[in-house]
């Protein structure tokens, strides 16, 4: 049986803090300003490499002057593009990107949860209910590090990846963004496992479809118990082809 983790979650590392948010202890160093022009530079560069559109360096484009200065100007140099570097630029984008991501929004039973060796022999770690949860609760939320089409097929272990409806235009499964938990521990969804029985699955990922949502609930199929542990059901193609959570 494959797992979701194999690694003992560290309660030290969690933090809940005030606005309903949770950090996995780099709140602290989150620079909202920063972000805002690192996706910038992310956007630019994904529609660059993908579509050959060339961001506007016009006086009236501060915040692509601000997101491409003294980390660009190369590309911007030559007449014909080298996708190749493109598309090395843009994964360095999404990498700095990720090193800045804010807090994201709690469940309403994080406080609630707690992570065990699972009752699926060989499984290592499971999530597990410390009290009940009503059936329809948003009960944790899935995410992690942001990625577009391109950048998380670059992951050597996409185990944790998962794919979202966020695509712009709304509804539009081309732009669709990935999020990939692999490196963050204190993302409580991680640790939630698949029984291969679709009648224990107790919980389900119910994606939200609006752009720039970069987590996706996991809610509460029927009245949960104290004590039980939570399953899901990845979907087949975690299964069989891409090993992407949802895909």
Known sequence: METLDGEQRNPECCNIIGDGTFCNGKHDSHDPELFEVQTRRCDNLAKW??????????????????????????????DVDDLEILLGRSYQAQDERNANLPPHPLGEFEEKLKVAISTIEDAGNGLFALDKIPKGAIVCNYTGYRHDYQSQKRLLDRAYVLKLQNGWPKFDRRNDGFVDALPCKDVLARFINDPRDEQKCNVKFEQIREPGVWHCPVVALRDIEAGEELFINYGPRYWSESRMIGG
């Open 49 to 78: 490499y993908e579509l050959g559109l060339r961001p506007s360096l016009s006086s009236s484009s501060l915040m692509n002057l601000k997101a491409h200065q003294s980390k660009d100007e190369d590309l911007f140099e030559v």
